[in-house]
């Protein structure tokens, strides 16, 4: 109730603007926040200051997904958790495979954002987790044209890193989401069956985007 | 009902394809980013004004205060909507309807249900749906219906065009668009209705402490949405409230100290 009638009086300020003031980074930041902190500013950055790969070059795109992405996520975790139930019965060859062509759609998905980036402010929410959580999620809204945009990061503690399993965009977990088009295709074609796909819409993803660039 | 949606899924994408696609295409080629943003707002203040009254309809009344004075700002100042500049002064767009007002007072989803023409929802909220339809503001402005009709299809073309880059990214990744599509609206749908059932009245959030990883399986009462087994295990997802992103910064800012969580608040906003 206190925080309540905080933030009602709290919103005439709001209408006099007085919110543009942005605090600091705190020393205390928890872990799995500056990790996203570190990938949303290099990312942003690499962006900002490169116009092909703003423009969406998927040249550019890859490299950048390879080197400023590509660390601070976990793959095997994020195919498991689309695979779902199923991944136990794949064998190590299959997940190994599921596991690459999984990677390669979402890394057509995330060129496709790329282009949506540029110079929008990132929030960062209260940070709230047990002290030995595993398992974390970093709440962040993206202020794009005045409407903030939900983007979260579900976050898995790996030996000491930090790495990203999935991502939230407005309400949507996205590897959550795959798991009932994953299941769909087990079930009628089996794990063979779910790689055949992945693979063909991959290269056709590949050409696409080759004839664009 | 799976075979009744796919096939209205099938006419509602043909349909897209054929008309509304290309139209909103040309739109948004010969109409210059300032009106079509215009356009965007107008409508948007418009649609503010249903939030609001769903706010207030469930018991939120510092997201309807907050949506009375967007619509207040935005109106006077704002020449009728046409600029946000409520935004700008940092008070946020918070999304309601009536499927989520009816979700508060306890109506489950009940199936998933492809509407024709406004695509996904389910019988809940294709009734919510009619309700927001039957009471949109704009019928309160005029009574030409001509003029109705055609601020109807100015809307539909409008909101059409600034899905092109979406949908087009959707056609890229989903394997079967209609499952693709289907779970990200009941999951969004779910995230939404957890929100707005989990915050106390005069509450600026949700009253879940530990985010929303701490609750895994959190399909409980909408699980039923599921219009084939395909997804069997529980998704564990849901998140804070789409609806009150303001007041849950603004509460965080404001009371680091009192937060109730033990947990230090790192809220830090970037230029």
């Known amino acids: 109730m206190f925080r309540t009638f ?27 926040v500056q990790v ?96 030995n959580a595993t398992n974390v999620v970093v709440r962040t809204r993206v202020l794009n044209n005045g409407e903030p945009i939900q983007l979260d990061y579900r976050l898995v503690q790996m030996d000491h890193d930090w790495k990203i399993a999935d991502v939230n965009v407005m309400g949507i977990w996205l590897v959550d989401n795959y798991r009932g088009v994953f299941a769909q295709e087990i079930g009628q074609k089996g794990v063979e069956g779910l790689i055949q796909t992945l693979t063909t819409r991959n290269k056709e993803l590949a050409q696409a985007g080759g004839a664009k660039g | 009902m799976e075979r009744y949606n796919r096939a209205m899924f099938k006419i509602n994408q043909n349909v897209d394809k054929a008309v509304l696609k290309p139209v909103a295409t040309g739109y948004k080629d010969a109409v210059p980013i300032p009106v079509r943003k215009g356009v965007t707002n107008f409508f948007g203040n418009l649609g503010d004004v249903w939030s609001m009254a769903n706010d207030f309809a469930q018991g939120h009344v510092v997201e309807g205060l907050n949506g009375f004075m967007r619509v207040g700002v935005n109106t006077v100042f704002g020449v009728f909507g046409v600029l946000d500049i ?56 005029t009574n030409n219906a001509a003029v ?67 609750d895994a399986g959190n399909l409980g009462q909408d699980s039923n949405a599921m219009d084939s087994g395909a997804q069997a295990e529980p998704t564990s997802s849901s998140a804070a409230s789409p609806a009150a992103p303001l007041s849950e910064t603004l509460s965080s800012r404001a009371v680091p100290s009192n937060s109730p969580t033990a947990n230090p608040a790192a809220s830090a906003a970037r230029p």
């Open chain 1, 6 to 32: 905080k933030t009602a009086l709290l919103l005439p300020a709001l209408a006099l603007g007085l919110m543009a003031a942005s605090p600091a980074v705190r020393a205390d930041t928890p872990a799995p």
């Open chain 1, 36 to 131: 996203i902190q570190k990938l949303t500013d290099s990312v942003m950055d690499a962006v900002n200051n490169d116009p092909a790969l703003k423009s969406g070059d998927p040249q550019k795109v890859m490299q950048l997904v390879e080197t400023k992405v590509l660390p601070f996520v976990d793959f095997q975790h994020m195919t498991a958790s689309a695979v779902g139930r199923y991944w136990r019965q794949a064998t190590p060859t299959q997940q190994k495979e599921l596991q690459q062509q999984f990677k390669l759609l979402l890394i057509h998905t995330y060129s496709g954002a790329v282009s949506q980036i540029k110079n929008q402010k990132v929030e960062y929410l209260p940070f709230r987790a047990a002290p």
């Open chain 2, 86 to 141: 409520s935004s700008e002064m940092g008070l946020y767009k918070q999304p309601n309807d009536f499927g989520l007002t009816l979700a508060r007072y306890g109506i489950d989803s009940g199936p998933y249900f492809v509407m024709p023409l406004l695509g996904p929802s389910t019988i809940r909220d294709a009734a919510g749906t009619g309700v927001g339809i039957y009471y949109a503001p704009f019928n309160y402005t």
């Open chain 2, 148 to 214: 109705r009709n055609a601020a109807t299809v100015l809307q539909l073309v409008n909101t059409r065009a600034n899905l092109l880059s979406t949908t087009a990214l959707l056609e890229q990744i989903a394997l079967d668009p209609y499952v693709f599509t289907r779970d990200a609206y009941l999951q969004q749908r779910r995230s939404q209705v957890k929100a707005v059932r989990s915050e106390g009245i005069l509450s600026p959030g949700p009253l879940d402490s530990g985010g929303d990883d701490a």
